[in-house]
C-alpha cells in the first residue's frame, strides 16, 4: 500500500511539474489557470488510483468526494462571478466622462498623420529584414508591432525572433541584436542595432522564456497581457500589467500593478498602477478597455434588460483604432446600439496607460460604412481602406483612412465627414486629401474655421526647394517679403513648374502650425 502511494504521488509530482513548467499557472485562488491545473492533476491521479484494485475502496470514494468538491467550488465560483448577479458592479468597472471633441481633439498638422496600420507596418519590417543579410538568416520579425509614442511620435515597434530551434541553440549567448522601428507618419523603417542583445523574449524556449521568467519571479501574479515597448532611450523593454479581480474569482478584471522586465538583463521593476511612468504607452489592452465600455453599455438598465427589451443598451462597433493625445495612446472605436444598424450614436476614447474612458455624442456612419464609401470612391482601381482614424478636420470629426492595392502597400487616401458620411474625399497625398476634403465640406455649406481662413499672397521667390512628400512632389517657397514658407503640391498647382528664383508669383492660401499651404496660384 505505502509503495502504491508513493508511486501514486510521484506520478502526480512528475505530471505536475510538466504542466506548471509549460502552462505556467499562478499560484492565485483568482486564476482559472490554477483551477485547470488541479482539476487536471487530480483527474490524472484519479485515472491512475482507479486503476490499482488494491487500493481500498474508501479511499478511492474520499478522492472521488474531493474532486467533485473542487469541481464544484470552481462552478459556483464563476457563477458568483457572472453578469448575472453582478451587472451594477461590471457597470463600474469604467471611469467614464462625456466631453466635447472639437476642445478634446485639436486639428493636427497632416506630416503627424499616421498613415499606416498594422498590416502595412508588418509588410515594412519583413522588406526591412529582407535587406538585413547578416540577420535575414538567423532571425525573422515578431509579429507584435505595438504602437507606441517615441520622442512624441507615433511609432511601431517589435523584436526579432530566433528562427528555430538551432538558430536559438547558435545565437542565444548574444541574444536578439535588433529591433524594427517604424515611423507612423513617415513610413520610415529602421532596424535598431543594440550594443546588447535581447535575451528575455517570446522566442525563448527554457527559463529566458519572457512568460517563464515572469512566473518564476512572481509567482502568484496573473498577468494580462504583455506589450514590448522602448523607452526614452530607445531601450527594449517589455510592459507587464498584473490583473486583480474584484467581482467573485473570476471576474471584474482591474490592472493592479505593472511590471517593467528589460528585456535585455532580465532585471525588473514593480509600480503600482498609479506610479507607472508616464513613457509607459500600454498597461490596458485595447480589448480589456472596449470589454469595459460594452459592459456600461449593455449592463447600466440591469442583465434582464441587456436581454430582453434592451431599451439603452450601447456597445462598441467592430474594430479599434489609436490616437495619440496628452502624450498617451488612446485608443477609438465607435458606439452603436446593440440593434447592429450602420450608424454611430458616438464614439470613445481609452486611454491605455490610466484607462481613462471620454464619450463623444456625434452622430454618422460606423466604421465599415465609412470604408465602403472610401473604397467606392477608387472601385475602379480595387484599393481596399484601413479601418479609420479619428480626425479632427476644420473642427470636425472626420475617419481617415489609406488605401491599399492587392500587395497591401498605401496608394491614396481617403477622408469622410462622420456626421455627413456623403463627403468623401481621396487623394494621392494626405495633403491633397485634406485639401480636397475642406473644398467639399465648403461646397456642402459646412463653414471653415478661422484658422484656415483663405488668405492671399504675392511676391518674388527667394528661394524654391523642391522635396517629395508621401510620394508626391512638392515646392517649398520663401518669398523675400514674407518671413513663412509656403508649400505648393504640385500635383494640384502644376503652373509652379513655370517658376523659379526671381520671379513674380500670387497665390492664395491657408495658414499652418509650421509653414503655409497653397490653394492655387493666380499669377
Not at 6 to 35: E, T
Not at 491 to 509: A, M, P, T
Request: net charge negative.
Amino acid at each position: 500500500m505505502k509503495k502504491l502511494t508513493a508511486l501514486l504521488i510521484l506520478i502526480l509530482l512528475i505530471a505536475g511539474g510538466i504542466y506548471y513548467y509549460v502552462a505556467l499557472p499562478a499560484i492565485n485562488l483568482h486564476s482559472p489557470g490554477l483551477w485547470s491545473f488541479i482539476i487536471s492533476i487530480l483527474a490524472v491521479g484519479g485515472i491512475v488510483l482507479l486503476a490499482f484494485k488494491s487500493i481500498p475502496k474508501a479511499v478511492k470514494t474520499g478522492y472521488i468526494a474531493v474532486f467533485g468538491i473542487i469541481i464544484a467550488v470552481f462552478i459556483v465560483g464563476g457563477l458568483l462571478s457572472s453578469q448575472i448577479i453582478n451587472a451594477k458592479k461590471y457597470c463600474q468597472l469604467i471611469n467614464i466622462s462625456e466631453r466635447d471633441f472639437s476642445e478634446d481633439i485639436k486639428e493636427v498638422n497632416y506630416t503627424e498623420i499616421p498613415s499606416l496600420d498594422k498590416d502595412s507596418a508588418e509588410k515594412l519590417g519583413l522588406r526591412e529584414m529582407g535587406t538585413m543579410g547578416d540577420l535575414v538568416s538567423q532571425f525573422e520579425v515578431n509579429n507584435l508591432y505595438s504602437q507606441i509614442n517615441y520622442n512624441n511620435k507615433p511609432v511601431r515597434v517589435t523584436p526579432l525572433d530566433y528562427g528555430d530551434f538551432f538558430k536559438w541553440l547558435a545565437n542565444r549567448k548574444e541574444g536578439i541584436p535588433a529591433y524594427i522601428r517604424i515611423d507612423m507618419t513617415t513610413q520610415d523603417v529602421e532596424c535598431v542595432r543594440l550594443d546588447e542583445g535581447i535575451k528575455y523574449s517570446t522566442s525563448e524556449i527554457f527559463n529566458r522564456n519572457i512568460y517563464r521568467h515572469l512566473r518564476f519571479m512572481y509567482p502568484t501574479y496573473i498577468f494580462d497581457d504583455i506589450s514590448f515597448e522602448i523607452d526614452d532611450n530607445g531601450t527594449p523593454v517589455w510592459i507587464c500589467p498584473v490583473r486583480d479581480y474584484t467581482i467573485g474569482l473570476f471576474g471584474g478584471v482591474k490592472i493592479s500593478k505593472v511590471i517593467i522586465v528589460n528585456a535585455q538583463d532580465g532585471s525588473s521593476v514593480s509600480y503600482d498602477i498609479g506610479e507607472v511612468p508616464n513613457w509607459v504607452d500600454r498597461v490596458y489592452s485595447a480589448d480589456l478597455l472596449i470589454s469595459y465600455y460594452d459592459y456600461y453599455g449593455t449592463l447600466r438598465g440591469g442583465y434582464i434588460n441587456s436581454i430582453i427589451g434592451q431599451k439603452g443598451c450601447l456597445q462598441t462597433t467592430m474594430g479599434y483604432n489609436y490616437i495619440a493625445l496628452d502624450d498617451d495612446v488612446w485608443v477609438y472605436t465607435g458606439v452603436t446600439s446593440v440593434t447592429g444598424d450602420q450608424s454611430i450614436v458616438g464614439f470613445v476614447l481609452m486611454n491605455q496607460r490610466t484607462a481613462e474612458t471620454r464619450y463623444y455624442a456625434v452622430s454618422g456612419a460606423e466604421e465599415y460604412s465609412a470604408m465602403a464609401s472610401a473604397e467606392g470612391q477608387v472601385q475602379h482601381l480595387g484599393y481596399k481602406a484601413t479601418f479609420p482614424l479619428l480626425l479632427n478636420i476644420a473642427d470636425q470629426p472626420t475617419y481617415f483612412m489609406a488605401l491599399k492595392d492587392d500587395a497591401g502597400l498605401v496608394k491614396s487616401y481617403a477622408m469622410v465627414n462622420i456626421e455627413k458620411y456623403q463627403i468623401v474625399a481621396v487623394g494621392s497625398s494626405i495633403l491633397e486629401c485634406e485639401q480636397n476634403y475642406i473644398k467639399l465640406m465648403n461646397s456642402n455649406g459646412i463653414e471653415e474655421t478661422d484658422t484656415e481662413e483663405i488668405k492671399e499672397a504675392e511676391g518674388i521667390i527667394e528661394r524654391i526647394s523642391e522635396v517629395i512628400i508621401d510620394g508626391s512632389s512638392h515646392y517649398f517657397i520663401k518669398l523675400g517679403n514674407n518671413d513663412r514658407l509656403f508649400d505648393v503640391d504640385v500635383v494640384n498647382n502644376i503652373d509652379i513648374l513655370n517658376y523659379g528664383i526671381n520671379s513674380n508669383v500670387k497665390f492664395s492660401y491657408t495658414e499652418g502650425v509650421d509653414y503655409n499651404i497653397v490653394n492655387d496660384i493666380t499669377q
